[in-house]
């Protein structure tokens, strides 16, 4: 129980970082989708390159992050060289990226549909190359738990970020979306300068057979990665070649934008992400392991569920977060939110196959759930447009997510309380219906007043379910 509090603890401080920093960036959505209209497409153009950025970083990181949380719990391994070899290595091939982008940048960024523009992408590959450098000071402040480093710097990057954006758009009256891409590698750059004490543990030197150690142990989890970004990005990559039409940047931008809203899933899984995966290898040889894992699943579910008939709840409030001219978007709000539930249990799941250091199983659950996704793409954007995005992402998250709950149970079954928790999904189904409706059929201050009392409903369902069990427990 002592350590549950402790990961409670520790996701509130991370929880706190990434939603508030979340929040704090929500701030941009406004400013830019009321500065750019949606029919310039150009929140469509930073829709698209922050897809390809969120993807090269997995391929920069190549799994390192969760190498170096299984080499440095190993007690054979000492910590700070397993840090200095990773860093080594991770800066390296990061800075490697960046020559070759900078040599090839012409073909590239032409490739890329950007050939007017070569500025988009040589910022965006400095901007990646360091933030692939700076995941694993990040790691090791998340291993050594320094839990208010990390957040300081996570947030002086937001709000340094937020002012640039405020000054550069309100105060000069600017509208180009290259300066976008300028502020986010100023502010990046900066905050390196924050590493300089970790910078200093790779005086323990570079170990080449622990390296190779490692490579072997994290190249399943970059394919594993790879799929899983791809989940996140290929629709988002893939919608200007697919979707043929002279408005696809502006389709692509109200779908970007809209799916914003629907990020306090991706907020509360990368919160708990954060503090899940150091506690769950720092806790791995423990009897209880396996029911604590268990009751993490049910609580981060309960959770999720909740936060996602919060933003159903009051949509039409939320929506304000973006420019009128993205509403038409808004529809793809809950089932953006339903894939994002999917992916943060496929992460919890995910966890029985790292723990026995076989990570081929990740590599083809989420080599599936990915293939599934393209395919709904590539068959049905063309006709659907960003609708097809949106269902691409329940369809490739839930076959990852089944896939890892059935086979797992069979190498490292868990006992997940699967009675409680599909009361909850039941419950959760049958209030977002009854939300839909309200706010469909009634005017919106009757609307929101039925749906603080739907939400009314299930905080109480979750406060007598749980003190329920433990006046039981006693």
């Avoid at 029919?39 to 930073?46: A, F, P, Q």
């Avoid at 409903?457 to 007598?464: E, G, N, R, V």
């Amino acid at each position: 129980m002592a350590s549950l509090k402790s990961l409670a603890k520790e996701t509130v401080i991370y929880g706190l970082s990434s939603i508030v920093g979340r929040f704090l960036n929500y701030l941009l959505v406004p400013l830019y989708t009321w500065k750019i209209s949606a029919e310039s497409g150009g929140y469509g153009v930073v829709t698209n390159v922050y897809a390809y950025v969120a993807l090269l970083l997995v391929l920069l990181t190549y799994g390192m992050e969760t190498t170096f949380f299984r080499f440095a719990n190993k007690e054979e391994e000492n910590p700070n060289r397993v840090f200095s070899t990773v860093m080594t290595s991770v800066g390296t091939t990061s800075l490697l990226f960046f020559l070759i982008v900078v040599a090839f940048i012409g073909p590239i960024s032409g490739a890329m549909g950007y050939g007017n523009h070569p500025e988009y992408i040589w910022t965006m590959a400095a901007v990646v190359a360091l933030d692939a450098f700076q995941s694993i000071p990040f790691a090791y402040l998340r291993y050594s738990k320094r839990p208010l480093k990390f957040v300081a710097l996570k947030l002086s990057f937001i709000v340094l970020n937020i002012a640039l954006n405020l000054v550069y758009f309100l105060v000069i009256g600017g509208n180009d979306v290259r300066w976008i891409f300028y502020i986010n590698l100023i502010c990046t750059a900066l905050i390196t300068l924050g590493f300089l004490p970790e910078l200093r543990l790779l005086r323990f030197g570079f170990d080449a057979p622990l390296l190779r150690r490692m490579l072997s142990y994290a190249w399943p989890i970059l394919v594993l990665g790879i799929a899983g970004i791809l989940n996140q990005t290929a629709d988002k990559i893939l919608f200007p070649y697919l979707y043929h039409s002279p408005d696809a940047k502006a389709q692509l931008g109200i779908y970007g934008s809209a799916s914003k809203i629907a990020m306090i899933m991706a907020m509360i899984t990368q919160a708990f992400r954060y503090a899940y995966e150091p506690f769950v290898f720092g806790h791995s040889r423990e009897k209880d392991s396996k029911e604590m894992y268990a009751k993490a699943m049910k609580y981060f579910l309960v959770f999720t569920l909740l936060a996602f008939l919060v933003v159903v709840a009051y949509l039409d409030l939320l929506k304000y977060l973006i420019g009128p001219s993205y509403w038409s978007g808004l529809r793809v709000v809950p089932i953006v939110m339903a894939a994002e539930i999917m992916m943060g249990i496929y992460f919890n799941l995910s966890f029985w196959y790292k723990l026995i250091d076989r990570t081929i199983w990740g590599a083809w659950f989420s080599g599936a759930g990915c293939a599934v996704l393209l395919l709904v793409n590539i068959l049905f954007v063309p006709r659907y447009g960003y609708m097809a995005c949106a269902w691409g992402g329940v369809a490739g998250y839930g076959t990852a997510m089944l896939l890892s709950y059935f086979v797992g149970q069979r190498h490292y079954p868990i006992a997940y309380p699967m009675g409680e928790m599909l009361a909850y999904v039941a419950l959760t189904a049958l209030l977002f219906t009854g939300m839909t409706l309200a706010r469909t059929h009634l005017p919106l201050a009757a609307s929101l007043a039925a749906n603080t009392l739907m939400l009314t409903i299930f905080a109480a369902y979750i406060l007598m379910r749980e003190r329920h069990r433990l006046v039981r427990r006693k």
